[in-house]
DNA sequence: CAAATAAATGAACAGTGTTCAGTAAATCCA
DNA sequence: TGGATTTACTGAACACTGTTCATTTATTTG
């Protein structure tokens, strides 16, 4: 009897319910906002209900966290069909901006938000962060292999490449742009400065 | 009669102790566990009181936040010894990431943390940022005159540059750098991938 | 010394994450 | 089908949060 598999169901579909909410929630007013009375309210169902499917607020956004991370490997995917290892650098690079410029509060919880780190740093292994990681080095790796940034150990500089992106969208989404005069957190000339400084970078990248 | 020189004196001293408390127990226990009620506690004064000498919590925070660009700016004051913008530039850059490995609750506060920059963005002009960007487009301004880093926008450079060295620390901030497989979280072995990124980004600059 | 001003209090409000005894519904077994 | 058992859900309660404000205490002024 199909009993045990329904139920299995079920509470799939319950968590679904909640993450969906908790997304939902979060985008439109924030991590603080999101709490679990509100995500309560929106499904109808009672604060304690949420503790059966998770063990504690900041494993609901952990979830939202991981498929936040889905997303960005979608947008990732095309990648592999750009040949020459040096642009596909570049691809990425322009992928990953454009996802934190567009998704300011997912790259937030993704990569500045400490909750969803404080649910696996018992076990101290990110997985979603090593699998971009991973295939940053792969590629950084190619571009060496092609004779491009030698000298370099791969790991080392492909952790200063990441940086280098990370500090412009962490940057941006915590509201530190202001500083540069042309700047006066409108969005449109905030892309521009962002598009600027990754130029900038790209033609470091180059001359390396 | 120096009564009101007296009251002045007695307000700014009320305000030198709440602000210690709260750094105290802020670098201790972070800043949830800086709540009004564990300060008040600190210097045995009722909740009530700080709100006498302070509009809210995040006030507070944006004065600490003053005071840790106060002890920035000092680390940054003896290169104006170091003649060579460029090497000054280096010096600024090691500066910097060596204030954030050794205060990152602080350097959390000044360039990652909402709360300052919910004070300010009404008026939106951070003037402690201000001055550290100016100080290092005058750099790279110099820097380009001695004939380096041709062809970019000074205030878009200085934003790259800012950029891949806030990267760093942010990424070492909120616990991001385990993905890097020599590094496992230990504090030595984070600071020497830290050292390893940025002369990787130095040589970058050097052959821009 | 009394009146007026200033400073400090702590209870109260509305919110938070989380727990858990109690209730309601679904399932199992005779 | 009917009663026992397991499962799902509830919502009050706990200990906390930032913030306000009537009340009390202390200081200064006339």
């Not at 492909?158 to 006066?184: E, K, N, P, Q």
Request: aromatic share 12%; proline share 2%.
């Amino acid at each position: 009897m199909g009993i045990e598999e329904r139920k299995q169901r079920e509470k799939e579909q319950m968590r679904r319910l909640i993450l969906d909410a908790a997304r939902a929630i979060f985008l439109e007013k924030g991590y603080y906002q999101a709490s679990i009375r509100t995500i309560a309210d929106k499904i109808e169902y009672s604060p304690g209900t949420i503790y059966l499917y998770f063990k504690e607020k900041d494993e609901i956004f952990l979830a939202l966290h991981n498929e936040a991370f889905g997303q960005l490997f979608e947008l990732m995917a095309p990648l592999r069909m750009v040949e020459d290892p040096f642009e596909r650098l570049i691809a990425m690079g322009r992928i990953y901006i454009d996802f934190a410029l567009k998704n300011k509060d997912l790259y937030d919880l993704m990569f500045i938000m400490q909750a969803p780190m404080n649910m696996l740093d018992d076990a101290c292994h990110w997985t979603e962060g090593d699998r971009v990681f991973d295939y940053l080095v792969d590629t950084v790796r190619q571009c060496q292999a092609g004779g491009r940034m030698q000298g370099h150990d791969p790991s080392t500089l492909s952790f200063s490449i990441w940086s280098a992106m990370h500090g412009m969208c962490a940057l941006y989404c915590r509201d530190r742009m202001m500083v540069v005069a042309h700047v006066s957190d409108e969005f449109s000339s905030e892309s521009e400065l962002l598009e600027g400084a990754f130029r900038c970078y790209i033609d470091m990248l180059r001359k390396l």
